[in-house]
């Protein structure tokens, strides 16, 4: 019972001096009060040392007013800049899509035609010439070749859509840059 009532005493004793170095600290963080500046200048400062000083602090405001537009409106170039960039990447993803779409209907005709050629063979090798294939073989080929004429269109709709932001960019940069 004796080691109980030591370690109670030594738990109450450090709890005693941490809450006393707490109260040092908070008393120590509590900024002291700054004095209210004077209307007039102080006592021994040099009148046209103040002066100067006002001015120059009048140009820095100034010049840190001017920098700060600067900032402003490097900050909206570039914000408008990343605005035409997602648009052109929407542009050019819809392009591809449209492209990618045509090229699935492309495989599509095509293995149609395929088809319908390897049926119009074996009809051939068995002395059978039926209409319906001969048909159905020239239809696979009209569609096979829609499709490639469109696989065609959306290639060139796709490059002309990469091309464009780069030749009005090179119609806004002066000639002198250029050379």
Known sequence: MTQIEELERRITAALDRIAY??????LASVPAPVPEPEE?????????????????LAEERLANAQLEERVRAIRDKQDSSVRELRTQVAAQRESLSALDLDLQHLRRANDMLVDVNQELRSALEQNLGEPDLINKAM???LESLRAARATDAAESRAVLDALEPLLAEAAD?????SA
């Open 21 to 26: 170095g707490v109260e040092t600290l908070d």
């Open 40 to 56: 007039g200048p102080p006592p021994g400062a040099d009148p046209e040392e103040l002066v100067a000083l006002r001015e120059a």
């Open 139 to 141: 239809l696979a080929e």
């Open 173 to 177: 940069t002066p000639a002198e840059e």
